[in-house]
């Protein structure tokens, strides 16, 4: 099962190397990890989605809060956060297929974000699932090249991780 985890950790070098350190020594495979600032200065945010069972997860959460600069660990729950991942996709497409690779990236609310002779590249943001089937729409024109942020999430209402103002 996939699990989600945000952090807020104090900004210093090598953060990122300690946190995927601590997940290598004990075998936790991190299906991705985004980093990024926050509105409070010297603190950034790092989303992490892990697949793993439950007692692992545990493991995992009670592992990260020992960490020196980890101020805090947030599980997400799947009906309680907001989550999305970044999508660019070259496609193979030229005058005679372009105008059903645009179409079928419209499908799926994606952009078309450069044009050229004999390729178009796609930009595409949702949850996996959703950035999964446009690939799989997408494949029988020809994928010349993908890559995938990894997925960032937020709470819904409240905000478990930071304080109030």
């Known amino acids: 099962m996939q699990h989600t985890l945000s952090l ?3 900004d210093q070098p090598g953060i ?8 290598a020594r004990r075998s936790f495979n991190i299906i991705s990890m985004t980093t990024g ?10 989303t992490i989605v892990v697949e793993t069972d ?13 960490l020196i600069p980890v101020l805090k660990v ?8 907001v989550s999305r991942a970044l999508l660019m996709v070259k496609v193979a497409a030229n005058n005679e297929n372009r105008a059903q690779v645009v179409d079928a990236a419209n499908l799926f609310r ?6 050229a002779p004999e390729s178009v590249v796609i ?5 996996p699932g959703k950035l999964v089937a446009l690939l799989d ?3 029988p024109f020809g994928i010349r090249e993908q890559v995938y942020s990894g997925v960032v999430a937020l709470s819904r209402g409240a905000n478990p991780m930071m304080p109030k103002r």
């Open 8 to 10: 807020l950790v104090e």
């Open 16 to 23: 990122v190397a300690r946190l995927s350190g601590m997940f």
């Open 37 to 46: 600032t926050t509105d409070l200065e010297g603190v950034n945010r790092i």
């Open 54 to 66: 439950e007692v692992s997860i545990e493991q995992i959460t009670k592992q990260l809060n020992k």
């Open 74 to 81: 947030i599980r997400q729950k799947d009906d309680q956060m």
């Open 110 to 115: 994606a952009r078309v974000v450069d044009v």
């Open 123 to 127: 930009e595409a943001t949702g949850q």
């Open 137 to 139: 729409v997408l494949r």
